[in-house]
Antibody, heavy 124, light 107 residues
Framework: QITLKESGPTLVKPTQTLTLTCSFS??????????VGWIRQPPGKALEWLAL???????RYSPSLKSRLAITKDTSKNQVVLTMTNMDPVDTATYYC????????????????WGQGTLVTVSS | ETVLTQSPATLSLSPGERATLSCRAS??????LGWYQQKPGQTPRLLIY???NRATGIPARFSGSGSGTDFTLTISSLEPEDFAVYYC?????????FGQGTRLEIK
């Protein structure tokens, strides 16, 4: 059974760098077709996709945040790490990591398993 | 980027009624559109992928249709647990984008 869990700071100061770790089980990021994404949701607002990393280490980023984001994977630890630089109060949100839908050997860029999310507040 | 516009923003219906939610894309996304349900305090749940395919474990009362720029999520007969916020998401064009959501509330 697939599970994911985000960890990281709950409070960061403006201009600081946020580092979030997604620890997962039930799948391997070395398997063809597998990918993990990050999505965030400001309080009371809509979902916003941030980044996606594939089994072959291909990476995709939201263009509006690309200069501030980096996503990496550690296959041996079953972890994905997202860093976001120069944090601002508008980045206050719940940050989710999620497993990309995979049916057979085919992957689809939707998210079928989500972590519980971690609320990150940006404030001085 | 592909903007997804959902309507209505809020839909007020009673249990047993039929719900029709709309998602319109600013450019064609072919059939590469999905739907999620999110209840308060919970994570999003994938309902529909590629316009009309129900995800694993999703009841048959949920159905999706559409292609190109216009899509619909239909709930044939509302159950009390269906009142939630619904988001559409496209995977056709980078970046992946979500709609702003439709709140389905009890009338």
């Amino acid at each position: 059974q697939i599970t994911l869990k985000e960890s990281g700071p709950t409070l960061v100061k403006p201009t600081q760098t946020l580092t979030l770790t997604c620890s997962f089980s039930g799948f391997s990021l070395s398997t063809s077709g597998v990918a993990v994404g990050w999505i965030r949701q400001p309080p009371g607002k809509a979902l916003e996709w941030l980044a996606l990393i594939y089994w072959d280490d291909d990476k995709r980023y939201s263009p509006s945040l690309k200069s501030r984001l980096a996503i990496t994977k550690d296959t041996s630890k079953n972890q994905v790490v997202l860093t976001m630089t120069n944090m601002d109060p508008v980045d206050t949100a719940t940050y989710y990591c999620a497993h990309r839908l995979r049916l057979g050997s085919n992957g689809y860029n939707y998210f079928d398993y989500w972590g519980q999310g971690t609320l990150v507040t940006v404030s001085s | 980027e592909t903007v997804l516009t959902q309507s209505p923003a809020t839909l007020s219906l009673s249990p047993g009624e039929r719900a029709t939610l709309s998602c319109r894309a600013s450019q064609s996304v072919s059939s590469y559109l999905g739907w999620y349900q999110q209840k308060p305090g919970q994570t999003p749940r994938l309902l529909i992928y590629d316009a009309s395919n129900r995800a694993t474990g999703i009841p048959a009362r949920f159905s999706g249709s559409g292609s190109g720029t216009d899509f619909t999520l239909t709930i044939s007969s509302l159950e009390p647990e269906d009142f939630a916020v619904y988001y559409c998401q496209q995977r056709s064009n980078w970046p992946i984008t979500f709609g702003q959501g439709t709140r389905l509330e009890i009338k």
